[in-house]
């Protein structure tokens, strides 16, 4: 695959570490392959980044935020703008980039694009809304107030699932409100990221303000961003085992910390469900990006006298998904990123058959060979299984079997992840009971799709801490300030 010739535009692909305005080749000359994962075919050598080059950026960060900070929010919004502008007017290439490096679906390449894309825009708005509060103050003589301020130069660490939004939905925030950051790519998708920086910086957005360091030692590159006294807010997307390790290690320098982790998302049908708009939910939530992503359903829980017709009506949709390579038309469905992410799945799989479950669609890879693998419906669930307590990744609906909503409720909520939730019924006071009642950062009520620039996304117990996007989304990237003016 020659990835320049499928692109209009080919320097959005970009090889460098994007430090400090400038595009720069690994000090030691060394270079990582980046693979398109249906073919395994080289499409980019990038900049493999160490230790030294991370603190290079640090520095660059450090340097330049000041300046950018004492700029109006005004300013800074209408230089996010353009960069908006700029990715609206390249989503064509950058879906295609993604999708070169990722293997989803370009439709939903292209979804992805409009979606990341929008948190530049609101938060290129929400800056301009950043504000304190003057308190009724105790004393005749002293006035009360707090101020909002940026906290500095932070670092951001991201995934390969989804290799753009997870970067704006991070990156966006914080250079709004006057930070600068330090980014590191995951190693399967830095291509998004760089494209990204590219646009950032026809927009005019300053030399510092935004650095890219790819690199293959994620442990090393990490360990910087954590101890630096300088940074002082990580932000990540991400496993849960990796959030713990990059918390542990920001303990000595106290850093402001958001974490958004892994899920284990239950998806409760109850009897009274729509079963069109269930199954539809399902499909939305559970095979997007191939079941990729940290709020799919993981266990699909569904009421005794609705259980059968569910089952068969989901597979015969499942059935019909067109898997394959993500640039042909019609494919909804890429392969698993990579061999240890495919290998998981046929875990979970014959784990789940071993365990006395029924393949009633799929069940086992792809006739495509490599790390496709079909799309899979499996009845007879049991808590026993691996799918009921651990993140699959991958295009496998597990179907639990339960008789009461308390029981939904209590098998729901027995996880330790809390990132989203999904039910479907019809009855308004359920709809009210169970929302309430469940544990997660995110509860969906009959529907499996609701990712927007509007929502506060984060979850609770081991699924993360802090919300991304929204009008709260600032309040990670700010510090509050008492300011006390006294002898008045
Ligand atoms: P991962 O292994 O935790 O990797 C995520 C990022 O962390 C990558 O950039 C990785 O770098 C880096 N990393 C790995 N070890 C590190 C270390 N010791 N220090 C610093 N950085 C380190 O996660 P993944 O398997 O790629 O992604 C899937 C997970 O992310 C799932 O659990 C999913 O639920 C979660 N996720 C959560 C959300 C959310 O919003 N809650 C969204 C998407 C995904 P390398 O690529 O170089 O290894």
Not at 319 to 347: T, Y
Request: aromatic share 8%.
């Amino acid at each position: 695959m020659d990835l320049h010739s499928l692109v209009k535009d080919s320097s959005l692909i970009q090889s460098g570490a994007y430090i400090n305005g400038a595009f720069v080749p690994a000090k030691s000359g060394a270079t990582f392959d980046v693979t398109n994962p249906v073919t395994n075919e080289v499409i980019a050598k990038v900049a493999d980044c160490d230790a030294s080059m991370m603190e290079e950026a640090v520095t660059a960060a450090h340097a330049a935020q000041p300046a950018w900070a004492a700029k109006t929010a005004k300013e800074r919004a209408n230089i996010l703008k353009k960069w908006y502008d700029l990715c609206m007017e390249n989503a064509d290439d950058l879906a295609i980039i993604l999708t070169a490096e990722m293997g989803k679906p370009l439709a939903e390449a292209k979804g992805e694009i409009g979606y990341g894309s929008s948190f530049i825009e609101w938060f290129a708005e929400q800056a301009k809304r950043v504000m304190g509060d003057v308190l009724e103050s105790p004393f005749a003589d002293k006035k009360f107030m707090t101020l909002r301020q940026p906290v500095g130069v932070f670092a951001a660490i991201t995934p390969w699932n989804f290799p753009n939004a997870m970067i704006t939905r991070k990156v966006a925030p914080g250079i709004a409100v006057g930070c600068a950051c330090v980014l590191k790519p995951a190693e399967q998708t830095p291509l998004s990221a760089l494209a990204l920086a590219e646009l950032a910086h026809r927009a005019g957005i300053p030399a510092g303000i935004i650095n890219i360091i790819p690199g293959m030692d994620a442990p090393a590159l990490g360990d910087v961003m954590c101890r630096d006294e300088r940074i002082r807010k990580i932000t990540f997307t991400g496993s849960t085992e990796v959030g713990r390790i990059l918390m542990r290690q920001s303990a000595d320098t106290i850093k402001k910390i958001s974490l958004e982790l892994g899920g284990n998302a239950p998806l409760i049908v109850f009897d009274d469900a729509d079963l069109d708009e269930a199954v539809e939910g399902a499909i939305a939530s559970k095979y997007r990006n191939a079941g990729q992503t940290c709020v799919c359903a993981n266990r699909v829980f569904v009421q005794a006298g609705i259980y059968d017709k569910f089952a068969a009506a989901l597979t015969a949709k499942v059935a019909e998904m067109k898997v394959g390579d993500g640039f042909d038309d019609g494919v909804v469905q890429g392969p698993i990123i990579d061999q240890q992410g495919f290998e998981k799945v046929e875990r979970h799989v014959a784990d789940a058959v071993a365990k006395g479950g029924t393949i009633l669609t799929g069940g086992k890879p792809h006739e495509m060979g490599g790390t496709f693998f079909e799309p899979t419906v499996i009845t007879g669930a049991q808590k026993e299984m691996q799918v009921y307590s651990e993140e699959t990744f991958g295009p496998v609906a597990a179907l639990f079997k339960f008789e009461t909503e308390e029981e939904a409720i209590t098998l729901a909520n027995d996880t330790i992840f809390g990132l989203a939730a999904y039910y479907f019924t019809k009855d308004v006071g359920r709809v009210f009971r169970v929302g309430e009642a469940l544990e997660y950062g995110m509860a969906i009520a009959n529907t499996g799709a609701y990712s927007s620039e509007v929502g506060p996304f984060g979850g609770v117990k081991a699924s993360g801490l802090g919300r991304e996007g929204s009008i709260y989304g600032v309040d990670e990237f700010l510090e509050m300030k008492l300011m006390v003016v006294g002898g008045i």
